[in-house]
DNA sequence: CCCCGATTTCCGCTGAACGGAAGTCTCGCC
DNA sequence: GGCGAGACTTCCGTTCAGCGGAAATCGGGG
């Protein structure tokens, strides 16, 4: 195992879980000896890729300068930028949950989020990451990801709650349907009491047009007015494609 | 040199105006040798601390790792996911650009920003960082910073338009006020065409109450409803305060 | 005061990182 | 299509930076 190696296994240590870490959990969660952990959380320390929580406290946390970088990531610094206004737009239109949210691998990653406090309560945080099967962004970007993907996410449909959709077949249907119509939906199929619409944003790159991301909203039920929340996704995600660099 | 400083130093090679670089360029901008900078590239590469920006493409971006890594910093963490629905609030009700930041050393650092396409354009990113002493959420965080930060700052008054403050002893007067009416204000002292008002987030930890952060908005002109805008700004203060872990 | 677990420092051995140099790829230009 | 310049990748012998066991230090609870 290589030095640069070590130090990445000491920041991967930190997961949603376990945001503080003491040199000795950091030590064992990232496999290494205590005295090997403690000179590279110095080196990482003195550089801000790890901070105290506070002046003294013998918990580290990741710093700021990882923050700073992580803003520079593509995934971040365009489409999340460009995207932004009309997010908020869409927020100050609807008061429901919005999310943009890209492909990575078989799963969504959760890329931006608002939600205020009339919204529906939901699981996604900026930076998480679902299953592609069972929510409003990940039809839509499943229904348009390689059939790799798509075969692999189709043979393996978790359930999530009693609407879930686990039958490839009727999933199947869906994406195509998505594909067709230029919109997804789901009915609690991710946790009860969440119905979500969702819309494909679209790069004209030289050739072909490819789906980037994914633009949703997740409202308490869909019967009301499923037309209007879909019409200003469309009108959102048109101008979030226009803008794209 | 470590071997992490030169991982870092690979790292730190990106910034707001180099978000791609080829191998050369980040050898260059590192400061090591190519075939050390090529190395470690590939090491970074394989973690996913760095990505190339399209697969076979010549150049290196940050990767997701990096940004997934960057949302357990406590900066975005805490503060940010608690004041994020208090923001959204803040911005439906105003349409102006809103913003929460925190002190970084001697400047201020953004660690949100809300804008639509209503509100005034101005030059704040998230996770840039900007003078304390022509900002609203500069002057309070500065306000309520040590004394040694508070000299440093008002030794060195840049002048960054014709209203910009650079006699200290005004600046000083302006703290003050700024401590005893609770908010900070500007007209044009960052940019033309753009006033702030801003007040501060308190934390009550034991012992002492301290200012951990400060909330802004930026209008066109304060003429109107600065009250209103003030009383705003208190309330959503207020509901973070509250919330803070 | 003493004990125990966590943290920090020390230091001699060793193998992993270093980087010059040589080989390969990829353009653009003639 | 051949040639040259620049960028990228691979190789490998030397060496010195990192390794980690062990010992010292800290700190809080009994």
């Known amino acids: ?32 000896p205590l005295a090997t952990a403690h000179r590279l959380t110095g080196e990482l320390l003195s550089w801000g890729a790890l901070e105290r929580l506070s002046p003294g406290s013998p918990y580290y946390v990741i710093g700021r300068r990882i923050w700073d970088l992580g803003l520079l990531a593509p995934v971040q610094s365009g489409l999340r930028q460009v995207a932004s206004p009309f997010l908020h737009d869409i927020y100050a239109a609807t008061l429901a949950t919005v999310h943009l949210a890209v492909r990575d691998g078989d799963e969504v990653l959760y890329v931006d989020r608002l939600s205020g406090h009339q919204s529906v309560p939901v699981v996604s945080e900026i930076g998480s990451r679902l299953p ?59 946790s009860l009491g969440g119905c979500s619409v969702a819309v494909p944003i679209r790069r004209p790159t030289t050739g072909k047009v490819e789906v980037v991301a994914a633009l949703g909203l997740v409202v308490p039920t869909l019967k009301r007015d499923k037309p209007r929340l879909v019409a200003a996704l469309q009108v959102a995600a048109e101008g979030i494609s226009r803008s794209l660099p």
Chains 1, 2 share one sequence.
């Open 1 to 32: 195992m290589s030095v640069t190696a070590r130090a990445l296994a000491l920041l991967s240590a930190f997961d949603e879980r376990h945001r503080r870490l003491t040199l000795t959990e950091l030590a064992r969660r990232a496999g290494l």
């Open 132 to 190: 592609l099967h069972c929510t409003g962004v990940g039809k839509v970007l499943l229904a348009h990801a390689p059939a790799d993907v798509q075969r692999r996410v189709l043979g393996d449909l978790r359930r999530i709650t009693p609407y879930t959709i686990t039958q490839p077949g009727r999933l199947s249907a869906q994406l195509e349907r998505t594909r067709r119509e230029g919109y997804a939906q789901t009915v609690e199929e991710m």
